[in-house]
């Protein structure tokens, strides 16, 4: 199996630090070129075991090699000109977008890894970490519900990025949570578009660096016992290991600084069918990160879940 040459642009931030993380213990992806707007010509963090330099992300400035693909780790907004010079340089290049400039484009393929077929596209639009969450707690159900879904999500302040912001200013966040974008969140369209078109969704923002704990409360067509939605999701996430299905409440500090999920607790109110349970995964990994190498592995043939551990 040959060897692939990646290049990260924009390895400063989280997950730019967890994808270089990824890389390095992948024996066919070879993480070639770092770009960062702030630490060009620095060497990368010490725990990434790498004697790259950054090198400098100004689109003025950038240099581009002989990469096979480009994983983008830019925020909403930034990507258009990166790809335009990506482009240019190698039209067959694979292109991984980690931002939400794509995902309601149909010119690139939105994937999220468990719930999709091989890439076809070498256009790759990675979904976000809130949104990952909540499909993963509708696909199995899509067929069983009516009406809205309300969902509640908590994050850590990684969410917010490393720039300072008011969503992660650990004196406002001091022993507190923080509501935020309580209508029309991104990541509701990107559901809306992609699973299931009645979402209601509202995320916070807790004081703890990383991890999501989302909560889900669907109404169901017809009645169906909690042993039958535990079943039905044991059936559903089938051969898929990162998933996993539990019939207790997920603890998420069981998914921090991995690239699992965990799906359980799940009760159901008979006389509503009310169905409520929780997912957690770590957002900065599963939520984003994993999800990029598994579908960079998929756009070159291979196993999804190849050099995850």
């Avoid at 406002?172 to 509701?188: A, G, I, M, R, W």
Wanted: aromatic share 8%; proline share 3%.
């Amino acid at each position: 199996m040959e060897v692939k040459k990646v290049g990260l642009l924009g390895g400063r931030g989280y997950v730019g630090q967890e994808i270089i993380k990824l890389l390095a213990q992948h024996k066919h992806l070879n993480i070639s070129s770092v770009f960062s707007l702030s630490k060009a010509g620095q060497p990368l963090e010490p725990d990434t075991d790498s004697d790259l330099l950054y090198q400098d992300l100004d689109i003025e400035n950038i240099v581009l090699a002989d990469e096979d693909a480009y994983i983008l780790a830019l925020s909403n907004n930034e990507s258009a000109k990166y790809i335009d010079l990506i482009f240019q340089h190698n039209s067959k290049a694979i292109i991984i977008d980690l931002s939400a400039d794509h995902r309601f484009d149909d010119a690139w393929e939105y994937r999220v890894p468990e719930l999709s077929n091989k890439v076809m596209l070498s256009r790759i639009s990675n979904p976000g970490c809130y949104a990952s969450a909540m499909q993963f707690m509708l696909a199995p159900l899509i067929d069983s519900l009516v009406g809205s879904v309300n969902l509640y999500g908590i994050s850590g302040f990684s969410g917010a990025g490393a720039s300072p912001n008011a969503r992660n200013n650990q004196e406002t966040l001091k022993d507190n949570v923080l509501p935020y974008s309580l209508v029309s969140h991104l990541h509701e369209k990107e559901v809306k578009a992609h699973s299931y078109p009645d979402i209601l969704f509202t995320p916070h923002v807790g004081n703890f660096f990383r991890g999501i704990m989302m909560t889900g409360n669907f109404i169901l067509s017809e009645t169906m016992l909690a042993d039958e939605i535990y079943n039905l999701f044991i059936s559903y996430y089938d051969q898929k290991s990162l998933i996993s299905i539990q019939r207790e409440l997920p603890n998420m500090q069981d998914v921090q600084n991995t690239s699992n999920v965990i799906i359980g607790g799940f009760e159901v109110d008979k006389e509503i069918n009310r169905l409520t349970f929780c997912c957690t995964l770590d957002n900065l990994l599963k939520g984003a990160a994993t999800q990029a190498v598994q579908n960079l592995n998929s756009a070159f043939g291979w196993e999804d879940n190849l050099g995850i551990t």
